[in-house]
């Protein structure tokens, strides 16, 4: 499969717990972004990496989150200390660095926070 | 800073009906971006809209971008139920740091269609 793959699909976690979630993007896209989607609304940008270098950073990305890519393919977001207002679907999208491109999304994480 | 609204947000409509879905967004773009989504899924890409006047179809979908008007349209053509799920647009959004990306978006508040028989 060459699509956007995220890992895990789901996760419960309990209100206080960290939590990882993975993005493997498309394999030649050099561009990676996270964003999240509450239940009802359209999904918002959180971040994106060009390679490894986190180049921009939302403000709905709080001190408890954090995301990496260290050696420019696959990502990681963390969430420290979650809270109920932390569930929501959290999408990977990739794309290459040129003009006329577009972003492939991944299946995405659903987190649950109880 | 870019904002995109869509209308309506819910739709019901009988098989075999037409219909259209309104993208409109707050500043200029030069492109427009529809993608479906099935409840619980990912995002699935429709249409990349790249200029004014642009049209794009696919099945019983058309999609059209008016820049001058910052419009853009989905129209659906004899609905069957297959086409059930949520549809948004979205627009690019310009890094802080300047330049625009096509995979910075801005997504409108998604449009929840029903085709009922």
């Known amino acids: 499969d060459t699509g956007v793959s995220q890992d895990p699909r789901h996760k419960i976690t309990k209100r206080g717990q960290n939590v990882t979630f993975r993005c493997d993007p498309i394999?030649?896209?050099?561009?990676l972004y996270w964003y999240r989607q509450t239940l009802g609304q359209g999904p918002e940008f959180l971040t994106y990496?060009?390679?490894?270098?986190?180049?921009?950073k939302s403000r709905l990305l709080s001190d408890r989150f954090s995301a990496e890519r260290p050696k420019g393919s696959f990502s990681t977001l963390e969430i420290q200390r979650t809270e109920q207002g932390d569930s929501a679907m959290y999408l990977c999208a990739s794309s290459l660095r040129q003009e006329n491109t577009e972003a492939f999304f991944g299946q995405g994480t659903r987190l649950t926070v109880v | 800073e870019l904002k995109v609204e869509q209308n309506p947000l819910f739709l019901s409509m009988q098989e075999g009906k037409n219909y259209t879905i309104y993208c409109n967004y707050s500043?200029?773009?030069?492109?427009l971006y529809w993608y479906r989504q099935d409840p619980g899924k990912s995002l699935e890409s429709l249409f990349v809209l790249l200029s004014n006047g642009a049209v794009k179809q696919e099945g019983r979908l058309m999609a059209s971008l008016d820049t001058k008007a910052r419009l853009s349209t989905l129209h659906i053509t004899a609905a069957v139920h297959d086409l059930s799920a949520t549809y948004f647009c979205?627009?690019?959004?310009?890094?802080?740091?300047?330049?625009?990306?096509?995979?910075?978006?801005?997504f409108g508040q998604g449009t929840i269609l029903t085709v009922h028989p």
């Open positions: 979205a627009g690019p959004t310009p890094y802080n740091a300047g330049g625009t990306s096509y995979g910075k978006l801005t």
């Open positions: 394999s030649e896209h050099n561009r």
């Open positions: 500043t200029t773009s030069d492109r």
């Open positions: 990496f060009q390679n490894e270098a986190q180049l921009e």
